[in-house]
């Protein structure tokens, strides 16, 4: 299952909704697609679809997706992340009548830059996104990998160093 959230913001997101949409009928998007539309006046077709659910619903639905794809903001996302998968993220864009700004694209760009996350900024780009989710997810898990293992030799190097100067300061007493 494919599960879309476009959160509680008042401003329509039926860009991402209508593109979801369509890739279902089209038949480029095979599974379910279950999509909380929100505020959007687009009423999906071929995807279920509700317009809110609450916070347990959809941290249910994101356990149980195979991927989540996300509007741009920071709970949704974090949602996605603390139950350990990756999101497509879709930031709501100013340009569109989306939001008040673009605060959105700001944070996924800072997001994607840290490899936490599949960033979607054209619209048309979202089935190609869909279909080589796995292939992107694995090199970002091995881009986190790289990092985490760094991360680990430096906290390694940073306490030998502590011990070595604690033992020079006592040495000096």
């Known amino acids: 299952m494919i ?20 890739l279902k ?58 139950a350990g998968k990756i999101p497509v993220v879709v930031p709501r864009q100013k340009s569109f009548s989306e939001h008040v700004d673009d605060h959105q694209m700001h944070f996924a760009k800072i997001m994607e830059e840290h490899d936490q996350i599949l960033s979607v900024y054209d619209i048309d780009e979202i089935g190609d996104s869909i279909l080589g989710y796995s292939q992107r997810v694995e090199k970002l898990k091995d881009a986190n990998s790289s990092n985490v293992e760094r991360e680990h030799r430096v906290k390694e190097f940073a306490n030998a160093l502590d011990e070595i100067c604690l033992k020079l300061l006592k040495d000096i007493k």
């Open 3 to 22: 599960f879309v959230t476009v959160g509680t913001h008042e401003q329509p997101f039926d860009r991402l909704v209508k593109e979801m949409d369509r």
């Open 25 to 82: 009928q089209e038949g480029l998007i095979e599974e379910e697609v279950f999509i909380q539309t929100g505020y959007s006046t687009y009423e999906p077709r071929f995807c279920d679809h509700e317009k809110f659910i609450s916070f347990d619903e959809m941290l249910e639905k994101i356990r149980q997706a195979k991927i989540v794809i996300t509007h741009g903001g920071p709970g949704s996302i974090m949602s996605v992340l603390y």
